[in-house]
């Protein structure tokens, strides 16, 4: 989490914060060591950010 907020130009309590309140969809798949790779434009979108990182 901390390297998709850091290239997001986001904190990661940003991003902890739109998945709790639903904002953004959190999926688990697998044990607590798998990863799951999400496009950057996909969690820019999720957030309602621009390329620049900019409120959209």
Partial sequence: MDQV???IGQ???T???KIASGEI?????GGST???RVL???????????????AA
Wanted: net charge positive.
């Fill in 11 to 13: 904190s990661k309590w």
């Fill in 25 to 29: 969809r959190a999926v688990r798949l």
């Fill in 40 to 54: 950057e434009s996909r969690v820019r979108e999720w957030l309602g950010l621009d390329r620049d990182g900019e």
């Fill in 5 to 7: 907020a850091e290239r």
């Fill in 34 to 36: 798998s990863a799951l």
């Fill in 15 to 17: 991003v902890y914060r």
